[in-house]
Structures are given as structure tokens and as C-alpha cells.
């Protein structure tokens, strides 16, 4: 083909172009082949990537999550007018584009200041350009109830969001529930990306669930109870038939009761299931018990492709875990799973139930490989039993840890890899 | 009939008929500056499209032809648009058309569409490209559309982290 072509073409129509990819993985590629594509891919709905993986310190999570997603941030009053003025000031042609980076909006007043006097301009910008919001973010603050009660509004005018990421920090939040009650929430039809960040926040997963539910892909959320409790979980999987991913981070990790699970019926068929439990005093240690996870696990592993657990393999005595009753996991392909399984018994037993696992990803929970580099000789060392036992599927081992990048002075995930044809070479 | 000339870049004339031409929006929009501008009302109106050559306006023409009972779509769908989710009502004719075409063609025509306004054929055009781009490596998509990587030392890397939902601390 001729050269020119692909140069000639406007980004307005590579635009165009890219917003037919329905699928995340071509979009990430597409970010990948040329600083070009990049650029105009920035400006696209980002693509909804789920992640398994859970970082150190979970309330940093939440906050980092606001800061450092891709779009327009807005944190103060400031921010708010400077970004309107901005806006009115686009030549008329381009007053009805998109005025968001990323199509994606976050709203993140923490102090409770921020919010008074602001609602009314906040509903205004929301009426006039909530339209090109795909992704929102938005921290709700426990003392100001106005920033709980104008989600209905502020969704009512956002038509095209697909994807919705609210904080609620650990709050008195009765204060909130009492005084209001959501009106009917709107009709949002590419809306199917739920995460709701921050302590005690059942009642809002379930007042968005009641809605949203069936029409739901993706869902994280923080949770107080044991997976085991069954009310809970009877809500959100009775409304959530079409849930892919689920994500649960449990702060209280007080065990899963085995036996209870057993009455759940799941209809459904997760693809991606990641969970995490710690107890808030150490969070180092996890607080439920493998064959707990297991049991909820064998509910929905015929479907499953993608497992991360963050529990224990060694009781708070010393005594390894026995193992009973590990499902099949005929499509996993990704299994992440704390580092000190690898020495343990039961890594071999797990293994043998997963029929074609292509990687196996050891989370380096206790820092044992952080901001330092992992030679070949220390992974071939530390992987050496572990080539023998594993199923003939299995591609790579890695281990997952994380490293400082001192000039942005946050840490970024780093994978010590080993691959199965590099090794046999 | 009351018929329009619509001359190409390279100056191959085509006779159609206006009725057909108005379904491209440009055509539309020279059609009636044309019959504003004459005092002559029985007057044929000549347009030039000055960057478009006779392959590709023959074929946006031969499309246009084909698909003149077809509805015509908005334009501008910004207040609804949706991801992906675009209804192609792409039919046997409109495969058995562009089957024949290489990616060049494609994209040529992609620009033709877009000026000329024909929201259909640009459609099913970029329907085409996205097609080449679907589940295939970064690689083959530098090689399918001849681009090089620009990056430079460890940015790709960047690009990947940065796109993640939830970096670490």
C-alpha cells in the first residue's frame, strides 16, 4: 500500500477507526505501535482494564487510584472554575467536543469545604458535557450528604458512562444513609463497570447493584464480612447474573466459614475472581485460610481464567494447611498466589487441578524481592523443583514485585520472569 | 432527471443524478450553493473534487448507486455514540465490494468518504481497518499499515503501566 496513506489519514478518523475495537487488549496494542496512535488513542473512552492485582497498602490504593488515572482531575474550587473558563473558551466550532483527557472525569474533593457552593456549578458542568464522560470517578465525602445525593442527578446526565469508581472513605455512614434516599437512578446503557472503594460501603454496592446489576461485566468492591456470610452475597449475585470479574478486598479477614457457602447457589460464570484478605492490625497477614477460598472458588471454577489469592498457607501456629477438596480449574490460565507457596506442600497438589495454566505468578507479599534485581541464577534456583511438577502447559513463572521509581517517587509492578523455552534452550 | 458533473482530481468527469449526489453531504451542500450562485435554474451544476481521484470517486459513486434507498444516517452522532457498538447493517454486496480492495484502496477511500460525507461507506470502511487491527501483535499491526515504532528507550513500557487501573504505591 502506499506509505502516504496511513500518515494522510486524520487522527479525527483513526478516531473514528479505533472506537469500533471493542476489545481492551486491541486498544492497548494499538497504544503500543506508535507514539501517533498513542496520542489519538489518549483522547478515546479508555479501554476498561481489569486488574487482578491488589497493591500494598489499601487505602493508598483508593487515592492512588484518583490521582493517577488518566483524565480530568478536578480537586478544588479552583480546579473547577479554571477548567470552565477553559472550556467556554474554545473557538464555537469545537465548544461541543469532548472537554475531558481520556473521556474520563474525576471528581475528588476531600475536604469538605471544597463542596459547599459548588454543587450548583458542579450540576452545570455535568448538564453540558456530561455526555462525553465514559468514566467516572468520584469520592464521595462522609460529611457532606449533598455528594451522596446528587448521584442520581449527576448519572442522569452522564448518558455514555461505562465505568464508575467511587470512594467513600471509612466513615459514620449512617449519617449519609439516613437522610437520603436515591430516587430512581437513570437508564444507563453502556454502563457495566462497578468499583466502590473505602470501608462500609455495603449499602451503596447494594443500592447500585439493585440497579445496575444485570447489566454488570466488571465489580470490586471492599467487604467487611467473610465471603462466607451469605446475605451479602445472595444480593449481589442474585442481581449480577452477567458478572465477569469480581474483585473483593476483605479489611476485616475473620475466616470464611466453610460450611455456610454450601447453600449459595451461583449462577454465575466468572471469568477473572481476584480476593484479598488481611486483618486491619497486620496487614500482612491473611486472614482466610486457603481451602475457605477454595470452597467458594469450586462454585464458579469451570469458567474461571484468571485467579489471584491473597490468603495464607500456614496457620497462625506454623502448621501448614491441610488440603481437601480443590476443584478443577479446567481454563485457568493465570494463577497469582502468595510467594510463600512456593515451599509449601500444597503447591504441587494445586497444580495437578489445573488442567492448561499457561502463568504462574508468585506475589511478593513480603517484599522479599523489592527494588532490587532478581538474576537468572537466584530464579532458577528458587523455581528449580518447581519445572518438574508443573502441568507441560505452563509457559512462564514469574515473581511479581515492585520497584521505586525515585523521580515519580511511587512504586510500579516489576515481574522477575522465567519462561519455560528460555529454560529448556 | 436534473443530473450533476462531478469532476475528479484528475479529471475524469462523472454524470449522476442529483438525487443520487445529494446523499453524499458535500455533494448536498455544493448542489445548493451551486443553484444559489446561478441565475440559470435549468443550469447542470459541475463540481470538482480537487482531491479525490476517478478510481476512488467511481467507486464512492458505484457505493452511493447502490445504496441510494438506503436511510440516510446522522452524521454527527456524538449526544449517543457508542463504543463498538456501532449497528452495521453490512451486506453481501457491500463484502463482495470491498473484498477486492488492498489496504491502500481502503484508506483512500476512508478519506474520500469523510469529505464527501457518507457517513455508510465510511463505516464500513473503517469496519475494514478495525478488522485489521483486531487480535493481532503490535508487530503485525506495524507491518500491516507500514508504521515504525517512534519510541524511545523504555516510553512502550510507560504506556503499559500508565494504563493500568490501579498502580501501586
Known amino acids: 500500500m502506499n506509505e502516504d496513506n496511513c500518515a494522510a489519514l486524520l487522527p479525527e478518523l483513526w478516531e473514528h477507526i479505533f472506537s469500533f475495537l471493542p476489545n481492551e487488549e486491541d486498544l492497548i496494542n494499538c497504544r503500543k505501535v506508535c507514539l501517533s496512535w498513542a496520542g489519538i488513542l489518549e483522547k478515546l473512552p479508555p479501554p476498561q482494564i481489569w486488574t487482578p492485582f491488589f497493591s500494598k497498602q489499601h487505602t493508598a490504593e483508593a487515592m492512588l487510584t484518583f490521582r493517577n488515572t488518566c483524565g480530568t482531575l478536578l480537586e478544588s474550587k479552583e480546579d473547577l472554575f479554571t477548567f470552565l473558563i477553559e472550556v467556554e473558551k474554545r473557538p464555537p466550532a469545537h465548544r461541543k467536543s469532548n472537554p475531558f483527557i481520556n473521556s474520563t472525569l474525576i471528581l475528588n474533593w476531600r475536604s469538605a469545604r471544597g ?95 439493585n440497579q445496575y446489576g444485570p447489566q454488570l461485566r466488571s465489580l470490586s468492591y471492599w467487604d467487611s464480612e467473610p465471603i462466607g456470610i451469605p446475605n451479602d452475597w445472595r444480593v449481589i449475585v442474585r442481581v449480577c447474573p452477567n458478572l465477569e470479574n469480581l474483585k473483593i478486598l476483605n479489611y476485616r479477614g475473620r475466616g470464611i466459614s466453610s460450611g455456610q457457602f454450601e447453600n449459595i447457589q451461583f449462577p454465575l460464570a466468572l471469568k477473572r475472581f481476584a480476593y484479598k484478605s488481611y486483618s486491619e492490625e497486620n496487614q500482612d497477614s491473611y486472614g482466610e485460610d486457603f481451602n475457605a477460598v477454595m470452597n467458594v472458588a469450586a462454585k464458579f471454577s469451570t469458567t474461571l481464567e484468571t485467579m489471584t489469592l491473597y490468603v495464607k498457607v500456614v496457620s497462625e501456629d506454623g502448621i501448614e494447611f491441610a488440603l481437601f477438596n480443590i476443584p478443577e480449574f479446567p481454563r485457568l490460565k493465570e494463577l497469582s498466589i502468595p510467594f510463600s507457596f512456593v515451599r509449601s506442600s500444597i503447591l504441587p497438589q494445586l497444580l495437578g487441578r489445573l488442567g492448561n495454566v499457561g502463568k504462574l505468578i508468585f506475589l511478593d507479599t513480603e517484599d522479599n524481592f523489592q527494588n532490587r534485581l532478581v538474576g537468572k541464577e537466584e530464579l532458577d534456583q528458587i523455581f528449580q523443583g518447581l519445572w518438574t511438577q508443573i502441568p507441560s502447559s505452563m509457559e512462564e513463572i514469574s515473581i511479581r514485585s515492585r520497584q521505586l521509581n525515585k523521580e515519580l517517587r511511587r512504586h510500579f509492578p516489576v515481574y522477575h520472569k522465567c519462561s519455560n523455552s528460555i529454560r529448556v534452550q | 432527471m436534473a443530473l450533476v458533473r462531478v469532476i475528479s482530481s484528475d479529471g475524469a468527469a462523472f454524470l449522476v443524478s442529483q438525487r443520487l449526489a445529494k446523499r453524499s453531504g458535500k455533494l448536498k451542500t455544493e448542489i445548493e450553493t451551486f443553484r444559489k450562485s446561478s441565475d440559470n435554474s435549468e443550469a447542470q451544476p459541475e463540481i470538482r473534487i480537487v482531491t479525490i481521484r476517478a478510481e476512488i470517486l467511481r467507486l464512492v459513486l458505484q457505493w452511493l448507486q447502490q445504496h441510494q434507498n438506503d436511510p ?98
Not at chain 1, 458512562?161 to 459514620?172: A, N
Not at chain 2, 452524521?75 to 463484502?95: L, P, T, V
Request: overall charge negative; proline content about 4%; some cysteine.
Open chain 1, 115 to 209: 463542596y459547599h457552593g459548588l454543587h450548583r456549578e458542579l450540576l452545570s458542568l455535568v448538564r453540558q458535557h456530561g455526555n462525553h464522560v465514559h468514566k467516572l470517578l468520584y469520592f464521595i465525602h462522609e460529611f457532606v450528604p449533598q455528594s451522596m445525593e446528587s448521584i442520581p442527578e449527576i448519572l442522569k446526565n452522564m448518558c455514555n458512562l461505562r465505568s464508575l469508581i467511587i470512594f467513600c472513605p471509612k466513615s459514620d455512614y449512617k449519617l449519609i444513609t439516613s437522610r437520603f434516599r436515591f430516587p430512581e437512578l437513570p437508564k444507563l446503557k453502556h454502563f457495566g463497570e462497578l468499583e466502590i472503594l473505602g470501608m462500609d460501603n455495603i449499602f451503596l454496592l447494594k443500592l447500585l447493584v
Open chain 2, 72 to 169: 440516510v444516517l446522522p452524521a454527527n452522532q456524538n449526544e449517543q455514540d457508542g463504543r463498538g457498538d456501532a449497528e452495521m447493517g453490512q451486506s453481501q454486496w457491500d463484502r463482495d465490494f470491498l473484498a477486492p480492495m488492498d489496504l491502500g484502496i481502503v484508506m483512500e477511500l476512508i478519506l474520500a468518504a469523510n469529505h464527501l460525507e457518507v457517513k455508510g461507506l465510511l463505516d464500513i470502511t473503517c469496519k475494514l481497518v478495525e478488522s485489521k487491527i483486531t487480535g493481532r501483535t503490535v508487530d503485525e499491526i506495524r507491518t500491516a499499515f507500514k508504521l515504525k515504532s517512534d519510541f524511545k528507550g523504555n516510553e512502550e513500557e510507560q504506556t503499559r503501566l500508565e494504563n493500568r487501573w490501579c498502580v501501586e504505591n
